[in-house]
């Protein structure tokens, strides 16, 4: 069961920040999760629309400019970073799960990926995710070949199949929503599970037992932990 860092190490830095995500790294993680907007053609990385709860700015970001939101504070004088900069910091030491947050987001973020490739990266280095399912489905059709995964949340009526549509290759469930049934119908559907998101060390352990594939995380340290071969 692999540890996916949520927005890095949230649980101990600031979220999607350069310092989070080195965080989550050090503890081990196999991935890290950050969250992507398109900002003048800039891929940004936040998880909120409103500017308020992660950093000292005000405002919607989409109202915003870009060279506003990187003056901005997001938690220990760290700035917003780049979808680049994340790379550059990750440097295929783990994984990097990227979730579209925003509209216009796909063409960027594939377009991202391939210059990456092109620098010796392989796909299995990314997942692009997202509960917005044409932005998803943007990114299969523009590049089969990168590896997606179908966030949801409840249980949408018809999940498998829409994932099979879509050719996710993961489906992201929430934690309350998951069970055994419902990891075992997804594996026979050749879909991995990656269950959003696993804090307590009974939910861990739990997730382990019935099959998750992967859980994301607050605090790296505690599914390590927990978790045993």
Known sequence: MLCIGHRGAMGHEPENTLLSIRAAIALGVDAVEIDVYNLENNLVVIHDRD?????????????????YVRS?????GEQIPTLEEVLETVNRQVIVNIELKGSN??????????????????YSDFIVSSFNHDEL?????????????????GLPWQYLPSAQQLQADLIIPHLDYVTS???????QQGLRVWIYTVNQPDDIKLMQAI??????TNYPEKVISNCTD
């Open 51 to 67: 500017l308020a709860r992660t950093t000292n700015g005000i405002g919607y970001l989409e109202n915003r400019s870009f060279a």
């Open 72 to 76: 901005l504070d997001a938690g220990k």
């Open 105 to 122: 987001t796909a063409k960027l973020v594939v377009d991202l990926i391939q210059t990456y490739i092109k620098m010796g990266w392989s």
């Open 137 to 153: 489905n943007q990114v299969k059709t523009i590049s089969p070949e990168i590896i997606t995964g179908m966030l949801i949340y």
């Open 181 to 187: 049934e419902l990891i075992e119908s997804a594996h």
């Open 211 to 216: 099959g998750a594939d992967g859980i994301f």
